[in-house]
């Protein structure tokens, strides 16, 4: 039942060997675990979503599963539900017992431990986080339709001793389905098996699935579900809660075997042998040939009268692996013509061999496909023509002449001609033959009726390949030789690390600078001038961290809409509010000013405002300004600015900044009287000498220790050296120093004056003094909310501050809320529209 591995014939009743392979089954981490406990988190997460958000849809599918079973006979569900427990009762005992009598010790230790992670996970979920996240409707009451329907056949009474027509009247519900189907019987309330057993008994199936064969696991399925519908018909269980923790359990199941290591079950050389025998080869011999990178496992087979045979297996678990392959190119890159991860395993054989044969049909130089044949049920192999040579990585540079790149780009060119491409020109899948002679191998990825960019694609790899061997030079001399100058220029765009094999782009990261000799060296092959890399990926880190950040600033701000009324916002004096966008935009033209007087070169004032823009919206998906500064640094080098000068006229601009707003500060918090100080207050002297003193001891630490005093020497003070120049250019000049301080002023009065206008949208209230020192003690403290923009920080601190000064709270709120929206929400989209036209421009 468990191991369906375990043969009962052997290798002496045929007439091969297998040679150069251990016994037995090794222990490694598979994909196949790996992909189950990626669907099995990605479910989880479904399940946390459904449970603490969709909180309706949760408890409708409850009462549709208790409606669903609402009009079956009552004396049937309860048989039902008292076989299952009993089941649920034995199983564990069952499995237990098996496998102490097999003597699976380590596969019991391996169960034991993941159900008892499972079950203590799930006795949190279901007492602290459950009651946490999840909204109050989850809690659906037991139902009483079992009682309820008993209670209907027994209004003439029940006799307890015969359900039929002997014994007493007995008019308890409860009490009857006890006597009438004994003392154990399942009445609402009972609760077994509970989540927490599921949750062990998901966890113990999951680790067991490598040892159970497809019949087996489908069993174990079918188990959990009975198991599962019980607790559902109950009312007891919430399906969206038990999604979330039978997935959890699951996957923990995978997450131990990945840990410890699961049995290697893929086919051995006896199964490769016995295949090739059923298919009319008299094989003589088998033995493991060399996988290289890939892993795959392939053989080297003889027969009787001298054939060689290459044998290529595929299983479930290189299946599993393509697929977690395919849904990350899938989700990250577009434009590769991936076909969609989940074919099943045949058709992913059958594919590779018929574009094989099609290769082989067009005139390209591949080995001679003999066979598809099962292996297992879960594996397949392809057998080949075995050709005597070695592939690309594995071969001196000595040994790769003009002739063999000419040879192999030839071969390129008549795939090309078919409009077939490869689409993994690796180095592992270049086969140079004894002769010297190259061979294309694995069409695994290959396609026919090739898109121009699989075709570009393919000359983009196969050039990168080969100039990690013998460089740019030759490399693209014998391809634009047999290729033509025009589809070497065309596969430019995908001479990027994104568009190559990991193999190919990990080769490239060692060898710094070599991908940019490869560009020169096909623009003046090809007479292309300068060229612009294809967009290729969909998503990337940055990305997926924007979006992050931006669901991190609406979760935040969700809480802050709650408080607002929205009929005062409707009733605001809009008028008002085109000052506040005016402002709004006046902070952006302050800021370019300063970042200008901040540089001793020349910038343009239109794209610099556009590069604040952009900055901005960097700004609200990262705490700190650090997408801002990030973002300025960022175009003052694409503007030829030295990154030493750039990063020290953006320190610059950010220190005029600080010096305006603390300037300004000291003046309105003292003007303003004695409630600005329940605002804000000023650091004691004693805790400025203190974090002084803290400093300069940190600081001469690092310096007496041998590598701080190298790392001052060789990369802090050549860079402090540069921007000294650049600060010292500016210091000279009185306009650039106008420009700095000015501009640093106007971006401070400008929020200032949209904030002031905000508060009289809804008929003010207190004086511009006040207004002002509320602002500039606000926007200091929220400078260090660790969420973008400040967002909380800024709100709660200018709310306070208002309602010190003596605003109304009813005003305040809503003119804080409406300085936002003018001021942090309404530049987003503007700030990523400007971004992405100074990305275009390429400045930025």
């Known amino acids: 039942m468990v191991d369906q591995a375990e043969r009962n014939d052997s290798a002496e009743t045929l007439s091969f060997h297998v040679e150069g392979e251990e016994e037995g089954y090794l222990r490694n981490r598979l994909p196949s675990d790996l992909l189950r406990l990626v669907v099995a988190l990605v479910a989880g997460l479904l399940g946390f979503l459904l449970a603490s958000v969709l909180d309706n849809i949760s408890v409708g599918i409850t009462i549709e599963v208790i409606d669903a079973f609402d009009g079956l006979p009552t004396a049937m569900v309860v048989t039902t539900i008292l076989a299952v427990q009993l089941v649920a009762w034995i199983l564990p005992l069952l499995v237990v017992g098996l496998l102490l009598v097999w003597r699976r010790y380590r596969r019991l230790a391996l169960v034991l431990l993941a159900s008892a992670v499972a079950i203590g996970i799930a006795w949190g979920i279901q007492s602290e986080l459950t009651a946490r996240f999840a909204p109050p409707e989850l809690a659906v009451e037991p139902p009483s339709w079992v009682c309820e329907n008993i209670a209907a056949s027994t209004d003439q009474g029940v006799r307890a001793d015969d359900p039929g027509s002997v014994g007493d009247l007995v008019t308890d519900p409860d009490e009857a389905i006890r006597q009438v189907f004994g003392s154990h019987a399942c009445v609402p309330g009972d609760g077994f098996p ?59 199941g995978a997450g131990v075997l990945l840990a410890f290591g699961s049995p290697d079950r893929r086919p051995k050389g006896y199964d490769i042998g016995k295949a090739l025998v059923h298919h009319g080869f008299d094989v003589v011999s088998v033995s493991p040939a060399e996988a290289g990178a890939t892993s795959t496992k392939l053989y080297s087979v003889q027969t009787a009268d001298g054939h060689a045979i290459f044998a290529k297996v595929r299983s479930a678990e290189e299946r599993a692996a393509e697929i977690l392959f395919r849904l990350y190119r899938m989700a990250r890159l577009k434009g590769f013509g991936d076909e969609r991860p989940f074919a099943s395993l045949r058709r992913e054989v059958e594919h590779e061999a018929g574009m094989s044969l099609a290769a082989s049909a067009a005139g390209v130089a591949t080995p001679q496909m003999l066979r598809v044949a099962d292996v297992t049920p879960s594996a397949m192999l392809i057998a080949y023509d075995e050709i005597d040579g070695s592939t690309l990585d594995e071969v001196d540079t000595e040994t790769i002449t003009d002739e063999v790149l000419r040879s192999t780009w030839a071969q390129v060119a008549t795939l090309h001609s078919a409009r077939m491409s490869h689409r993994h020109l690796s180095p592992a899948n270049i086969l140079l033959t004894s002769d010297g002679q190259p061979w294309l191998i694995d069409f695994g990825f290959a396609e026919i009726s090739a898109s121009d960019g699989d075709l570009n694609g393919d000359v983009a790899q196969l050039m990168a390949t080969l100039t990690l061997v013998v460089g740019p030079q030759r490399t693209v001399a014998a391809a634009v030789d047999q290729l033509g100058a025009e589809a070497v220029a065309a596969a430019a765009p995908r001479l990027q690390p994104t568009a190559l ?344």
């Not at 559902?232 to 969206?240: F, N, S, T």
């Not at 006046?586 to 590069?611: C, K, N, Q, S």
């Not at 309105?668 to 100080?677: I, L």
């Open 194 to 252: 509970s989540i927490v057993y599921l949750a062990g008994l998901a966890a113990a199936f999951s680790t067991l699935t490598p040892w159970l064969n497809r019949r087996w696991r489908r069993t174990g399925w079918i188990v959990l579900l009975a198991f599962l519908i019980v607790r559902l018909i109950d009312g007891l269980l919430v399906p969206v809660d038990a999604l979330l923790i039978l997935a959890l359990s699951y996957a923990i």
């Open 501 to 844: 094999s990991t193999t190919t782009r990990n080769a490239f990261k060692k060898r710094k600078g070599l991908l940019k000799e490869l560009h020169r060296e096909v623009q003046e092959a090809t007479g292309l001038e300068e060229f612009e890399l294809e967009k290729l990926e969909r998503v990337n880190s940055r990305t997926v961290f924007m979006l992050l950040m931006l669901a991190l600033a609406f979760y935040v701000l969700i809480p802050q809409l709650a408080e607002v009324d929205f009929g005062e916002v409707i009733g605001a004096d809009w008028q008002w509010f085109p000052l506040v966008l005016f402002f709004s935009l006046m902070t952006y033209v302050g800021a370019a000013v300063a970042l200008m007087g901040a540089m001793p070169e020349r910038l343009r004032f239109f794209p610099t405002i556009l590069a604040q823009i952009a900055a901005s919206f960097f700004n609200r998906i990262a705490p700190a300004k650090v997408g801002g500064i990030a973002a300025n640094i960022r175009y003052l080098q694409k503007s030829g600015i030295e990154p030493a000068v750039a990063i020290a006229g953006v320190g610059l601009n950010n220190v005029a900044g600080v010096v305006v707003h603390v300037l300004l500060l000291t003046i309105f918090v003292t003007t303003a009287g004695r409630s600005a100080t329940d605002v804000f207050s000023l650091p004691s002297g004693q805790t400025v000498l203190v974090v002084l003193a803290v400093v300069l001891a940190a600081a001469g630490a690092v310096m007496l220790l041998p590598w701080g005093r190298k790392l001052w020497l060789r990369r802090v003070w050549p860079i402090l050296r540069k921007s000294v120049s650049g600060v010292t250019a500016v210091a000279v000049s009185p306009l650039k120093m106008l420009a700095l301080f000015g501009g640093a002023f106007v971006i401070t009065m400008s929020y200032v004056f949209a904030l002031w206008y905000s508060i009289a949208a809804f008929g003010g209230g207190i004086g511009f003094v006040a207004v002002t020192a509320v602002y500039l003690a606000g926007s200091a403290l929220a400078q260090v909310a660790p969420t973008p923009g400040g967002i909380g920080a800024a709100e709660a601190a200018l709310i306070a501050g208002l309602t010190t000064f003596g605003l109304d709270p009813g005003v305040a709120v809503p003119a804080v809320f409406l300085f936002r929206i003018g001021t942090f929400w309404a530049p987003i989209l503007p700030g990523y529209l400007a971004f992405k036209r100074l990305e275009r421009l390429g400045a930025l």
